[in-house]
T-cell receptor, first 115, second 118 residues
Framework: AQSVTQLGSHVSVSEGALVLLRCNYS??????LFWYVQYPNQGLQLLLK??????LVKGINGFEAEFKKSETSFHLTKPSAHMSDAAEYFC?????????????FGKGTHLIIQP | NAGVMQNPRHLVRRRGQEARLRCSPM?????VYWYRQLPEEGLKFMVY????????ESGMPKERFSAEFPKEGPSILRIQQVVRGDSAAYFC????????????????FGAGTRLSVL
């Protein structure tokens, strides 16, 4: 069975500061990993994904994440936070690339940007 | 190029009524997934469908819930005799292909239907 743990239900950073959202997973097979962002009253938008190959993945809006197998982690980072980054962020795992079995999501991290 | 369309966006039902949630996948997508998001929780997988077939319903409650994806028309998530605990946001996602098509089966999400049971 797969599971995802996102440390910190709320993370607050100052505008311009580094954003670090933590995600650890468990999976019995090599995982596919995803980060989604959810703005208020909207659906989820894919930020980035890891399938195979390069472990450092770049996504939209300046976000990136690094797959570390030894740490079973897939933390999301952005060098400089912007007010528009305030949203809910979800880490998800799949052992089939997000296909037949559906995605397993973490509980989400609410990112707050302080002016 | 329209994305995943869900309607209604908000649905209010009294206990015991039926709720029908609709999802039209992205153009060209034949795989649909339904998820439920309870307050302060992440999304929980409910069911995965292809046209006219339920592929995986392991996350679906055994009673009162059903889903379909007919040959023509949107996918429907149906909740009979709703109870207050059914109040949640229900999200639909679609993908171009399913298992085995690595790299091509990203799930694209709709804006969700927020169900409130009075």
């Amino acid at each position: 069975a797969q599971s995802v743990t996102q440390l910190g239900s709320h993370v607050s950073v100052s505008e311009g500061a580094l954003v670090l959202l933590r995600c650890n997973y468990s999976s019995s097979v090599p995982p596919y990993l995803f980060w989604y962002v959810q703005y208020p009253n909207q659906g989820l938008q894919l930020l980035l994904k890891y399938t195979t190959g390069a472990t450092l993945v770049k996504g939209i809006n300046g976000f990136e994440a690094e797959f570390k197998k030894s740490e079973t982690s897939f933390h999301l980072t952005k060098p400089s936070a912007h007010m528009s980054d305030a949203a809910e962020y979800f880490c998800a795992v799949s052992d089939s690339g997000g296909g037949a079995d559906g995605l397993t999501f973490g509980k989400g991290t609410h990112l707050i940007i302080q002016p | 190029n329209a994305g995943v369309m869900q309607n209604p966006r908000h649905l209010v039902r009294r206990r015991g009524q039926e709720a029908r949630l609709r999802c039209s996948p992205m153009k060209g997508h034949s795989h649909v997934y339904w998820y439920r998001q309870l307050p302060e929780e992440g999304l929980k997988f409910m069911v995965y469908l292809q046209k006219e077939n339920i592929i995986d319903e392991s996350g679906m409650p055994k009673e009162r819930f059903s889903a379909e994806f007919p040959k023509e028309g949107p996918s429907i998530l149906r909740i009979q005799q709703v109870v207050r605990g059914d109040s949640a946001a229900y999200f639909c996602a679609s993908s171009l292909s399913g298992q085995g098509a690595r790299g091509r089966n990203i799930q694209y999400f709709g804006a969700g239907t927020r169900l409130s049971v009075l």
